[in-house]
């Protein structure tokens, strides 16, 4: 008996995610550099939840409002008004245990929140810190899946793409894809796999650039490891918790 | 004495154009499947020149005012209302020679028309049956490019990426490259540039399926072979001539 494998379409910057109807999806929002990551990092570390908000000044109202953790970047740096950053090394499980995170970022919360209003069905985070967790939610769910990537001020990244393309790897037999975007996502992961660290500085990415001239070569080789941080970040009633 | 490189990017969507200031660039339209194919096509073999419109009423208007042919594709076949379709075979030179083509296509006369009224400073037209041509005009202009991919509806596709890479292939050395976009494009190329036909196949590209679906697959192998038609083609006054 053969069943229709539902669809995965890759958007490779949030400036095509209107392209793609995703009243029935899944959206993964991937934002490896460094986002996402962060985001694993912190609920695999015992934060209680995340509440993702799209500027920095609402960042600092919610703060204040339920006495949490703000933090922040804008432009690969702490962002004025915020007590911390967009680094997965910042939130260790003593400090993050238990306490809740309000996170707005220059690219993945703003998507997130892109992805909400487009009525997206159902919305996770995904990152390679996290890439098996969210492997084996999207085969147990069965359902159309687009894989978002939050590019840099809507410009397409090779490490989002990247990420799309792991996925794709280890989900290519399950769903039906066909989407070009998708294709050149795998084909490219085929080939910086053996080394994805080497690859972004072989290529010159442009965030690889941007993020070792602020001395972060050590996030960029965290968020490019497999499974630091296996959990689940599911979006539910304006926060991520673990799944 | 070294001097400074022109910058190259590359916008693998038209959704994507309105990133890149181009008021000082050269932006080469790119729609390989198969508009700019034709349109290099139909130059080589002595058109008078072609007028690239944007919509098929316009194009109907526009062929009878001056007796032209209007020529043109939606969604793949040729536009109702129109005389000629978007094959490059088409438009041998007993037939095309010494003629005015009105053409409009899903993707690429768009564009075009994007890059005008985001005040590109030049644009012209590539596809791999003018690679060489179009490279030297660019290297012999020493100026900002753009390369601009027409995609599917907004959509990346495998075949404009393709065309791109094989541009920053060959000119790489003399141009200064700090765009993920066309490291991917390149990146993509190499592992493509052995056969462009097999590679499309191969990853089950979405024209691939939809052209040779129609039984286009002889459209497709010719609009993937490098330099059937050496010209420049060059926008001008609302024209494309020989550059």
Not at 206 to 215: A, K, P
Not at 223 to 241: D, E, R
């Amino acid at each position: 008996m053969s069943e229709t494998k539902p669809a995965l379409y890759t958007s490779l910057s949030p400036a095509l995610l209107n392209l793609y109807d995703i009243s029935s999806s899944i959206v993964v929002i991937i934002d490896v550099l460094r986002a996402t990551s962060t985001i694993a990092t912190a609920l695999c570390n015992g934060a209680k939840e995340i509440i993702p908000v799209d500027s920095v000044n609402e960042c600092i109202r919610i703060g204040r409002q339920i006495e949490a953790i703000t933090a922040g970047e804008r432009d690969g740096k702490v962002a004025e008004g915020l007590q911390y950053g967009n680094s997965p090394f910042e939130y260790p499980s003593s400090f993050i245990a238990g306490k809740t995170l309000v996170l707005t970022t220059t690219n993945g919360t703003k998507l997130l929140h892109m992805a909400l209003n487009n009525g997206a069905h159902e919305i996770i985070t995904g990152s390679f810190a996290n890439i098996d967790a969210v492997c084996e939610y999207l085969l147990q769910k069965n359902k159309p899946v687009l894989l978002a990537c939050a590019a840099w001020k809507d410009r397409v990244n090779i490490e989002d793409t990247l990420f799309a393309g792991a996925v794709i790897s280890k989900l290519k037999q399950q769903f039906s894809i066909n989407c070009d975007a998708s294709q050149m996502a795998l084909n490219m992961f085929d080939d910086a796999a053996k080394d994805l660290f080497e690859f972004m500085k072989a290529k010159q990415a442009s965030h690889y650039l941007r993020l070792s001239s602020f001395g972060l070569e050590k996030d960029i080789k965290h968020c490019l490891t497999f499974n630091t941080a296996p959990v689940l970040p599911l979006y539910k009633q304006g926060k991520l918790i673990r799944g």
